[in-house]
């Protein structure tokens, strides 16, 4: 074991060894009530996500200028900051602020490298990510089975995936794929677009739809010979359109907010089948001998998803399941490549073979072609000595079929949630495994990310 996964591992004890101090019920949060019934309120949510990682880097990675083959780092995943209104049952406004991914080389604001103030990955620049207002057109009610809200900003209604909508607060492996958020950064703002939207459910079934502008996009296409390379090149981008629905066969799951829950630890019973789609004309650009062409941006994905409580009720055992199937067209052989809070740069001095992907943890993350991600946890039955205390052992694994790529990649984690107190406050260990391709139908060897997470949410 390497002396960095030591110090995680150290760390990890030391946490599981501390009492939780907690409210023994959370209850509403931190919520204002206008009226006795509760019914007009401003709720907020606050919530840091702090990581503790060790690294393999990729061949041929330096950190700040030195050559590095592992680093360890302690950073922010997500320190976030969430408010919302319902004065009236008809109305609604959401903002939704706060950073991301800021670690000692990176996340920074005004500056981006170098010493002093500004110096790497100091002082990151808080943003909006969710800025909406919503009215509802036709109330949810006990006697109708049909309701619809329509809003319209910066929100995060989205299509695709139940995934694509995931909640930050309760994801069942330490993070989403990232995937599962195939325009991230590119023609969306963190997984959000300015549009407008209409949301509800009918029935069981829970729908949602938007049209939106997306963002520009503006990477020049690099001249082909032999095969045209998409690239994010949208011009004056074409209005978006996207939906997602999914029916509730058990316990039906509030859409009053966006995000969607990826483990409620023993909490319902739940077991959905839904299926979505996005699509934006003109998309992206490629070029092939001098001809430049434009694509369309379209994807489509079915999923299913599983909550359930199992064997004796005393024990609160219950298991989680989720799979997901991407089929992605963003033109000719598309493929983007990032890492997650990725703290490394490229080693000019290295002269082994590097990894097509680039430097640090960075790995293909999408393309044209498809993607099948599956995760699965079992939260053990409670101990009577310490019923607060909950564990949840889990495991994911993705499979990438990409046409940039022929040579299909597999991806695994595993891991353990540690619930102090729900989701409220817990400790998730995970280490990941992502292959590193040396050129595009060779994957050459696998390098390992293990991470430990300290996340609260109030």
Do not use: C
Not at 34 to 39: A, E, H, V, Y
Not at 107 to 124: C, E, F
Not at 162 to 169: D, E, G, V, Y
Not at 368 to 379: D, E, N
């Amino acid at each position: 074991m390497k002396k960095p996964s030591v110090i995680l591992f150290a760390l990890l004890l030391t946490a599981l060894g501390m009492k939780g101090q907690g409210s023994l019920d959370y209850g509403s949060g931190m919520k204002i009530n206008f009226n006795d019934k509760g019914s007009k309120y401003m709720r907020f949510i606050l919530w840091n996500q702090i990581w503790a990682r060790s690294i393999d880097n990729n061949p041929g990675t330096s950190v700040n200028g030195t050559p590095s083959s592992n680093t360890f780092d302690i950073g922010a995943r997500r320190i976030r900051m969430l408010g919302y209104s319902q004065i009236s049952p008809r109305y609604m406004v959401v903002l939704h602020f706060g950073v991301n991914n800021q670690s000692f080389i990176q996340g920074g604001g005004s500056g981006s490298s170098g010493t002093g103030g500004y110096g790497a990955g100091k002082k990151p620049q808080m943003f909006f990510h969710d800025a909406y207002s919503e009215y509802a057109v036709i109330l949810p009610a006990k006697d109708k089975k049909f309701s619809m809200s329509f809003g319209a900003g910066l929100h995060y209604f989205n299509g695709i995936s139940r995934m694509t909508s995931a909640s930050t607060l309760n994801f069942l492996a330490v993070d989403a794929p990232v995937f599962n958020w195939p325009l991230i950064e590119n023609s969306d703002q963190f997984a959000r677009l300015y549009g407008m939207y209409a949301k509800g459910k009918w029935g069981k079934l829970d729908y949602r739809v938007n049209i939106n502008k997306p963002f520009a996009t503006s990477i020049a296409p690099v001249n082909g010979t032999t095969e045209a390379i998409a690239v994010d090149n949208n011009g004056d981008s074409k209005l978006s359109t996207g939906g997602y629905a999914m029916y509730q066969f058990l316990d039906q799951e509030s859409n009053l907010l966006p995000y969607t829950v990826g483990t409620y630890v023993g909490t319902k019973r739940v077991f959905n089948i839904g299926a979505g789609f996005y699509n934006q004309p003109d998309g992206t650009m490629s070029s092939l001998n001098g001809v430049k062409s434009k694509h369309a941006i379209n994807s489509l994905a079915v999923d299913a998803f599983l909550d359930m409580p199992i064997g004796d009720k005393k024990k609160n055992m219950a298991i989680t399941a989720y799979t997901v199937l991407y089929s992605n067209d963003f033109g000719p052989n598309y493929l983007r490549n990032t890492g997650i809070m990725n703290p490394g740069a490229a080693d000019p001095s290295f002269t082994g073979t590097k990894a097509l992907a680039g430097a640090g943890n960075a790995r293909p993350l999408v393309g044209t072609g498809s993607i099948w991600y599956t995760q699965a946890g079992l939260l053990l039955p409670k101990n009577s000595d310490a019923p607060k205390l909950r564990v949840q052992p889990f495991v994911a694994y993705t499979m990438k079929q990409l046409d940039a790529l022929p040579a299909a990649g597999s991806y695994f984690d595993i891991g353990s949630n540690f619930y102090i107190d729900g989701h409220n406050s817990k400790i998730t260990l995970q280490y990941s495994s992502r292959p590193i391709y040396s050129t595009k139908d060779n994957i050459s060897d696998y390098k390992g990310e293990f991470i430990i997470q300290f996340a609260n949410y109030l």
